[in-house]
């Protein structure tokens, strides 16, 4: 999280952009932006609005999009079906 917000920083940066700038322009209350730069937490929600204020939400299209295999038994287990756990008792 810390990094996202580190990025995020630096981005506003090359933009000469102040805290106060990039929050109201994300529309994002400035108590809210100065703590995601502090400590990385930010509602999900709040953070692509930033994103689309820094011009940069095309960068969560690649979140999830492709399953990483780290090995080629993980691809020939693709198709097979998970097993649901078991609880104690229902």
């Known amino acids: 999280m810390l990094s996202v917000a580190h990025r995020v920083r630096m981005r506003r940066l090359e933009l000469n952009m102040t805290q106060a700038e990039l929050a109201q322009k994300a529309g994002v209350p400035l108590p809210t932006y100065r703590k995601f730069e502090r400590t990385g937490v930010i509602a999900f929600a709040k953070l692509l609005q930033i994103a689309f204020a820094l011009d940069t ?27 649901r756990a078991r609880h104690n008792g229902y």
């Open 57 to 83: 939400l095309d960068d969560f299209e690649a979140l999830f999009s492709q399953r990483k295999y780290l090995s080629t038994e993980d691809v020939l287990n693709k198709g097979k079906k998970r097993e």
